[in-house]
């Protein structure tokens, strides 16, 4: 783990070292967008400029008001349903994937589909499409309200259950016990999905499990970070939207660890009274949540006197997915348009 001064950050706007308190900062790196939102909202950017306003988008194109206001403001139409796209127009699926069910009522709806779903939530789905064909009765591990369970469980509905707890594991009831495997949502708490998976060792001894952890590399980044920092720390304030599944798993990575965290969607939601007798800030964000919220977080943390701000990187982070090919397609195919970088 290294701390570096953000001072050389001036661009941001945040940087200022003032040692004469003890209030201070430590924002955490890797923090904020991942690979997969990064190229969803690259998708939904590149598809108004390359085909105009309006684009439509079915849910969010990532939990994040900030980010789905700023888009729709460019001519975005976000929608909760197909049903709501006219016919034959344009449509993007948000970085949560959906279910064959949407994709098949598209066909239907004769529309023309980019698809945003971030390439580890595909990883998933596909094995959820392995093992079912296999013979497999499904255990998805996962927030049953979350667009991301809604589409992967989609895959293989008839043989899926979702769990949450390790409550539900007990209660779990399939027709074979030897041939019983195990998905995860991508955005869990690693403590509290190795817990689940335990208990569901215990239960199913044969259980499959995927080659490699559904829980993305983004997800587990941002909480050892913030597992490296909270101890540090007399607070922790997570920049996420409340319905961020990996914003919320920030906040009890913390309270678990002793060190209270407050989910805020921007400066505005800081209680002054959270700041009462508190020296170290800590600062982290969601997957989904922009820099500049933090920025605006760090801005109004200095207003308060805590003049000491340090970028505590607890480790480095360059993941990047291409684009979808019906984009880069589209690119190649507009007039004078063949740069799209993949
Ligand atoms: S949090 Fe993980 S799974 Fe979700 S979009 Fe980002 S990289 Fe993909």
Not at 35 to 48: C, E
Not at 108 to 137: M, N, W
Not at 286 to 301: I, K, Q, R
């Amino acid at each position: 783990m290294t701390a570096t001064s953000i001072d050389t950050l001036t661009p941001t706007g945040l940087a200022t070292n003032d040692s004469s308190n003890d209030k201070r900062v430590l924002l955490l790196k890797p923090r904020g967008f991942c690979a997969g939102v990064v190229r969803a909202i690259d998708i939904v950017k590149i598809a108004l400029e390359t085909f105009g306003a309006p684009i439509y988008v079915r849910k969010e194109i990532v939990h994040n008001r900030f980010v789905v206001n700023e888009l729709a403001e460019k001519g975005a139409i976000f929608v909760d349903d197909i049903d709501q796209v006219p016919e034959g127009m344009r449509v993007i699926y948000s970085a949560h994937g959906v279910s064959p069910a949407v994709r098949e009522h598209s066909k239907e709806r004769k529309l023309k589909v980019i698809d945003a779903t971030c390439p580890l939530v595909t990883k998933v789905h596909v094995e959820a499409i392995k093992f079912a064909k296999q013979g497999y009765s499904l255990v998805l591990v996962g927030h049953r309200d979350h667009d991301e369970i809604e589409g992967t469980m989609g895959e293989a509905p008839d043989v899926t259950q979702v769990v949450s707890n390790v409550e539900e594991v007990q209660a779990l009831q399939v027709p074979d016990p030897n041939r019983v495997a195990y998905l995860t949502q991508t955005t869990l708490s690693l403590d509290e999905a190795r817990d689940i998976i335990q208990a569901l060792k215990e239960k199913f001894p044969n259980i499959a499990g995927p080659h490699s952890q559904d829980i993305c590399y983004a997800t587990e980044n941002r909480q050892t970070a913030v597992k490296n920092v909270a101890h540090n720390a007399d607070l922790v304030l997570v920049v996420g939207s409340q319905n961020s599944s990996n914003s919320n798993r920030l906040v009890e990575v913390s309270k678990n660890l002793g060190t209270n965290g407050y989910l805020i969607e921007n400066s505005t939601a800081i209680d002054p009274a959270w700041l009462e007798g508190i020296s170290t800030v800590a600062v982290t964000a969601g997957a989904s949540a922009p820099e500049v919220l933090v920025e605006d977080v760090v801005a109004y943390l200095k207003e308060r006197g805590y003049g000491s701000v340090e970028e505590v990187e607890v480790m480095p982070e360059n993941v990047r997915f291409g684009l979808p090919p019906e984009i880069v397609q589209a690119i190649q195919a507009a007039p004078g348009g063949t740069s799209a970088t993949v």
